[in-house]
């Protein structure tokens, strides 16, 4: 199968490789007391503990910021997370305020959710409501892994 720079397996996608690249590279920076940093395909010792304290398998990690990798006004940026929070809300789920951040710095830092207790199908019909190229999703082995929507 063929790999992307990063060594992970490629797929037929609409994605740049080099956008899918940069997904790869980014920290997924969970605020919490205690801060810590998810990376695809990477366990995260610190996550599965919030699972095993909060009794929860599964999470999302999701923006609506810059719909479709193009970046977009601040002030539609923050309207549309506005608008997933309170699809998150309405549907009773637990969220946490995170942060994506390029480490290289080329890419712009964007205000996040790790979602908790949503299904993966629950997940990728809402981040493609808010036109996310995809998202991050981790299961009980607190390993996340990228899914990609187009």
Same mark, same amino acid.
């Given at each position: 199968m063929p790999t992307n720079s990063g060594g992970?397996?490629?797929?037929?996608?609409?994605?740049?490789?080099?956008?899918?690249?940069?997904?790869?590279a980014t920290d997924y920076?969970?605020?919490?007391?205690?801060?810590?940093v998810l990376n695809v395909g990477r366990p995260s010792p610190e996550l599965a503990r919030w699972f095993q304290?909060?009794?929860?398998?599964?999470?999302? !990690? +999701?923006?609506?910021?810059?719909?479709?990798g193009k970046l977009t006004s601040d002030t539609n940026n923050r309207i549309?997370?506005?608008k997933l929070i309170a699809e998150i809300e309405a549907r009773n789920l637990i969220y946490l305020e995170c942060e994506s951040r390029d480490p290289s710095g080329v890419w712009p830092s964007e205000p996040s959710l790790l979602v908790?207790?949503?299904?993966?199908?629950?997940?990728?019909v809402l981040v493609k409501r808010f036109r996310q190229d995809g !998202? +991050?999703?981790v299961?009980?082995?607190a390993t996340p892994q990228l899914i990609l929507l187009r």
């Open positions: 992970y397996p490629t797929f037929k996608t609409a994605i740049p490789v080099a956008t899918i690249d940069a997904y790869l920076l969970v605020n919490t007391v205690e801060r810590f304290t909060n009794k929860e398998d599964h999470a999302a !990690f +999701i923006t609506a910021w810059n719909p479709l549309a997370e506005q908790f207790g949503i299904s993966l199908q629950s997940a990728r !998202f +991050i999703y299961g009980g082995d």
